[in-house]
């Protein structure tokens, strides 16, 4: 998604952009190749709720001396070897925008294990000022303080942190329900060779923020935006995630991206679409989607 480059672009930085591999997941080999001095650190993400190889991106990271900083923007809940995501990385950013698997409508949270690196996020993200309202304004605070940074207002409201809070507790359990539901779509598709599931990586869980599956080539009589018309006439919502950042015009504007320069995302793109998954669906809702999809392969084998 387009939010990771862009930050790059803000900081006045230009982002290198490497190709993924069959996982879905950053490729290290690709980040390896286009590693150079002018390297200001690694920024993976952790695609569809599921961890990337940190192991190999830590490595290189600690050899090249540049920080790791993870896009977790779907991974809530997602773990790697045993440690939860958001304790590797120098610094991890988490989304909470309304279709996460936990959310406050807006807004996220960044993580680090850099007690000095915390503090100036704290301070930048509210004008710079050292002592935010509550410090200043409750009976044991002080109306003093300074702004020693010029700083942003990024803070997240107090509204949003409430329901955050609950969604917290609750997301051991939308992470249950999410797998509960792929494994129920996994099972009923596993015996299609015309279509590829989510990859089960080793030493991870999965959240299952997407479902996305892959029509395999040449077992269907439809492409992939057939296959999501087709499920669309059948009231079943399907989307593409994501528009690759090569396809886009600012990035073949500021880095060069072209298709050919990332066959695997590419060809991942062009045959890849996610089903409908989150909590609140009934066991109907889940047979509905299965039923559809059953359907479609049945009709379109070649």
Same mark, same amino acid.
């Given at each position: 998604?387009?939010?990771?480059?862009?930050?790059?672009?803000?900081?006045?930085?230009?982002?290198?952009?490497?190709?993924? &591999?069959?996982?879905?997941?950053?490729? #290290?080999?690709?980040?390896?190749?286009?590693?150079? #001095?002018?390297?200001?650190?690694?920024?993976?993400?952790?695609? /569809?709720?599921?961890?990337?190889?940190?192991?190999?991106?830590?490595?290189?990271?600690?050899?090249?001396?540049?920080?790791?900083?993870?896009?977790?923007?779907?991974?809530?809940?997602?773990? $790697?070897? @045993?440690?939860? !995501?958001?304790?590797? +990385?120098?610094?991890? %950013?988490?989304?909470? $925008?309304?279709?996460?698997?936990?959310?406050? +409508?807006?807004? +996220?949270?960044?993580?680090?294990? &850099?007690?000095?690196?915390?503090?100036?996020?704290?301070?930048?993200?509210?004008?710079?000022?050292?002592?935010? %309202?509550?410090?200043?304004?409750?009976?044991?605070?002080?109306?003093? $303080?300074?702004?020693?940074?010029?700083? $942003?207002?990024?803070?997240?409201?107090?509204? *949003?942190?409430?329901? @955050?809070?609950?969604?917290?507790?609750?997301?051991?359990?939308?992470?249950?329900?999410?797998?509960?539901?792929?494994?129920?779509?996994?099972?009923?598709?596993?015996?299609?060779?015309? !279509?590829?599931?989510?990859?089960?990586?080793?030493?991870?869980?999965?959240?299952?923020?997407?479902?996305?599956?892959?029509?395999? #080539?040449?077992?269907?009589?439809?492409?992939?935006?057939?296959?999501?018309?087709?499920?669309?006439?059948?009231? !079943? +919502?399907?989307?593409?995630?994501?528009? #690759?950042?090569?396809?886009?015009?600012?990035?073949?504007?500021?880095?060069?991206?072209?298709?050919?320069?990332?066959?695997?995302?590419?060809?991942?793109? *062009?045959?890849?679409?996610?089903?409908?998954?989150?909590?609140?669906?009934?066991?109907?809702?889940? /047979?509905?989607?299965?039923?559809?999809?059953?359907?479609?392969?049945?009709?379109?084998? /070649?």
């Amino acid at each position: 998604f387009c939010a990771t480059a862009n930050v790059v672009l803000h900081l006045g930085g230009t982002p290198v952009i490497v190709d993924v &591999d069959e996982t879905m997941q950053i490729s #290290p080999l690709e980040v390896q190749r286009h590693i150079t #001095p002018r390297t200001k650190a690694i920024v993976p993400v952790h695609y /569809a709720g599921q961890a990337c190889d940190l192991t190999e991106l830590l490595a290189l990271a600690q050899q090249c001396n540049v920080p790791l900083i993870e896009d977790a923007a779907h991974a809530a809940g997602s773990e $790697y070897r @045993g440690a939860k !995501i958001g304790t590797h +990385g120098r610094a991890v %950013a988490f989304s909470f $925008y309304a279709t996460k698997n936990l959310t406050t +409508g807006e807004g +996220g949270m960044i993580t680090t294990n &850099d007690d000095v690196m915390a503090a100036r996020m704290r301070l930048l993200s509210l004008h710079g000022m050292s002592r935010d %309202a509550w410090n200043r304004y409750t009976q044991t605070g002080s109306w003093y $303080y300074e702004v020693t940074e010029a700083g $942003y207002k990024n803070n997240m409201t107090d509204i *949003q942190a409430s329901l @955050g809070i609950h969604q917290l507790r609750r997301l051991d359990g939308f992470v249950i329900d999410r797998q509960r539901m792929a494994a129920e779509y996994s099972e009923a598709f596993s015996e299609y060779a015309e !279509i590829l599931l989510p990859p089960r990586l080793p030493n991870r869980n999965h959240v299952y923020h997407l479902y996305p599956i892959r029509i395999v #080539p040449g077992r269907l009589r439809i492409d992939r935006d057939e296959f999501m018309r087709q499920l669309q006439e059948r009231r !079943i +919502g399907v989307s593409v995630h994501f528009i #690759p950042l090569h396809r886009h015009p600012l990035f073949e504007r500021v880095c060069g991206c072209t298709p050919e320069r990332y066959p695997v995302g590419e060809a991942l793109y *062009q045959s890849m679409f996610s089903l409908p998954l989150y909590p609140k669906m009934s066991s109907t809702d889940v /047979a509905d989607v299965i039923d559809a999809v059953v359907d479609v392969l049945e009709r379109n084998k /070649a």
